[in-house]
């Protein structure tokens, strides 16, 4: 791990926490936002050493004991989001609820509270459909023996919210929004009165949240993505807080470099494809650096590549065959 927990106020009542994440990505943003009902923490990080002690370090700098937390909010399902709810919920001793999206618990339960043995089948035909090796399944089941340790203990006391409802985080009211394609259960929230937006992993500044197409993702998270990036570029947005890197304060020109890029990304990925057909794995080798990535890194540049060729399937520019149970993508002519 790369970086140490810091603590820092980015708004009025709201304090930044920045937990280390052993990926390159090496770190992720959490909230506490603090009300006269108690505090709100908004996402969670990895549960691991470093991570928890980040935690039990900003509780001491703010003076913030056990009963004074009134609610755990949950963005997303991603590892480093819902990863210590439960962990931060038994501290409370259970008292403060974990509050997430009917989606977010719906993937909770499929991806981290279900048998690991019921994704096994899945995901390796996946990977055999996108050109990867059978034996690459074992450290993709190793990276996921690792997530599944790193977001126990689940919580025990979960309260559900949809898109469009209103929620008090600390002192201010925010209406969640559903925001997909980065993760299908992503909702954000916004305060219209004070012009934030917490926008979880949905924008991002100097880097592109991952947009990948996974064994249980529904078709076309790309076209979802940069469909829901476009609504929330008419909210009129004074400040926004991401879960990864600084704050947004130009928040319509960063989603209108996010659609430039997608849109580069979408010509790179039309031109990669010869004429006679390709698989995932071999179009995602011409358009990223694969041969200094790591198993974790190759499986998402996989997934992006499949998100975005699947986006141009649904545009008319490529077409897909099956030839000996992998998947081949040709342009259309």
């Not at 002192?171 to 305060?191: E, K, L, M, P, T």
């Not at 829901?228 to 947005?237: E, Q, S």
């Not at 004074?238 to 659609?259: C, M, Q, V």
Request: hydrophobic fraction near 40%.
């Amino acid at each position: 791990m790369n970086i140490a927990p810091t603590l820092e106020l980015v708004a009025p009542d709201i304090h930044r926490l920045r937990l280390p994440l052993p990926f390159a990505l090496d770190h992720v943003n959490c909230y506490l936002l603090r009300g006269e009902g108690g505090w709100t923490l908004l996402d969670t990080g990895l549960h691991t050493p470093e991570g928890w002690q980040g935690w039990l370090a900003a509780f001491d700098q703010l003076g913030i004991e056990p009963g004074d937390v009134e609610q755990i909010v949950l963005t997303h399902v991603h590892p480093d989001h819902y990863g210590m709810a439960g962990a931060l919920q038994a501290w409370t001793g259970n008292a403060a609820p974990v509050r997430m999206s009917v989606a977010t618990d719906q993937a909770a339960e499929a991806i981290w509270r279900s048998p690991a043995e019921s994704w096994l089948d899945e995901t390796s035909a996946y990977l055999r459909c996108n050109g990867l090796e059978a034996s690459f399944l074992e450290s993709v089941l190793q990276s996921m023996r690792g997530m599944r340790a790193a977001v126990r203990p689940h919580p025990e006391r979960v309260e559900i919210f949809a898109s469009g409802d209103g929620l008090s985080l600390g002192n201010r009211h925010f209406r969640a929004i559903s925001a997909q394609g980065h993760a299908d259960d992503q909702c954000v929230f916004y305060d219209e009165a004070d012009r934030l937006l917490l926008c979880g992993d949905q924008v991002l500044m100097r880097i592109t949240p991952n947009v990948g197409s996974w064994p249980t993702t529904p078709a076309n998270p790309l076209g979802r993505f940069l469909a829901d990036l476009r609504h929330l570029r008419r909210l009129d947005v004074g400040l926004a807080l991401p879960g990864h890197r600084r704050e947004i304060e130009d928040f319509a020109g960063r989603i209108d470099e996010l659609l430039a890029h997608h849109q580069k990304r979408l010509n790179a990925i039309r031109q990669a494809i010869p004429a006679d057909g390709a698989s995932t794995l071999e179009i995602a080798r011409r358009v990223f650096p694969m041969e200094s990535f790591t198993p974790h890194e190759i499986r998402f540049a996989v997934a992006e590549t499949l998100a975005h060729l699947e986006h141009l399937l649904e545009e008319g520019q490529v077409v897909q065959e099956e030839r000996e149970g992998t998947w081949l993508f040709l342009p259309r002519l």
